[in-house]
């Protein structure tokens, strides 16, 4: 019966210096950053001055799409900072 060498030495290293996460971190840096919907989403806004309306996110063409009843993209930018900064996060 043979004994098999560990992977990591008595500090969670291998024999490179590399701890057991270090490829999964090296394929993260990979990644893009990114946010989007798996499906359509609908927010409902109020703006006092402005009045209300719908944001709606979708997919066409493999593109994100935003319909936002002709709202600017610096409102919609502002309408969905504001529903982030007036959430209560879960820890």
Not at 9 to 34: A, M, Q, T, V, W
Request: glycine residues 8%; proline residues 2%; aromatic residues 14%.
């Amino acid at each position: 019966m043979t004994t098999k060498t560990p992977k990591y030495d008595e500090d969670g290293l291998d024999k490179d210096g590399h701890d057991c996460y270090y490829n999964l971190r090296k394929s993260f840096e990979k990644i893009e950053d990114s946010c989007h919907p798996t499906d359509g989403v609908l927010f409902t806004w109020t703006a006092k001055g402005t009045g209300f309306g719908e944001l709606y996110f979708y997919h066409k063409d493999g593109k994100l799409k935003c319909d936002s009843e002709t709202m600017g993209k610096e409102f919609v930018k502002r309408m969905l900072c504001q529903m982030v900064d007036d959430a209560e996060f879960d820890d």
